[in-house]
């Protein structure tokens, strides 16, 4: 059984991790995975610890972490890194993936022009 976390950077402003935990309830609706749960770095809760070991306690064998990231800065180069490690030595025997970040999806420039085009209606 595999776990979903969608993984955010975290903001003081709670509308902002809202819209993060919508985006996850959506996916979740849309998809094949029952298990989707959301972590936010900083700022805010869940962290990831939190949301692993709430995937660990239902029985996951494997955890994809899901950067909501535009880029591969530095938070995903060196935190990221980090956490999982110390997750994946914390939790024996779970697996955790990561994925690349949204930057490179050819979907984000059809995003941006339908909000482009939005703008000069």
């Given at each position: ?104 999806h050819p979907a984000l420039a059809d995003i941006l022009l339908q909000r482009a085009n939005a703008a000069l209606q």
């Amino acid at each position: 059984m595999t776990g979903l976390v969608v993984f955010a950077h975290g903001s003081s402003v709670a509308e902002a991790n809202e819209a993060v935990k919508r985006v996850s309830a959506a996916m979740q609706a849309k998809g094949r995975f029952d298990l989707v749960e959301t972590a936010f770095l900083e700022a805010a809760k869940p962290d990831l610890a939190d949301a692993v070991a709430a995937l660990a306690a239902r029985n996951v064998e494997r955890v994809v972490v899901l950067p909501y990231f535009l880029t591969l800065g530095i938070h995903l180069r060196r935190d990221l890194p980090r956490i999982v490690a110390e997750l994946t030595a914390k939790h024996n025997g779970l697996r955790i993936d990561v994925t690349e970040p949204l930057d490179g999806h050819p979907a984000l420039a059809d995003i941006l022009l339908q909000r482009a085009n939005a703008a000069l209606q």
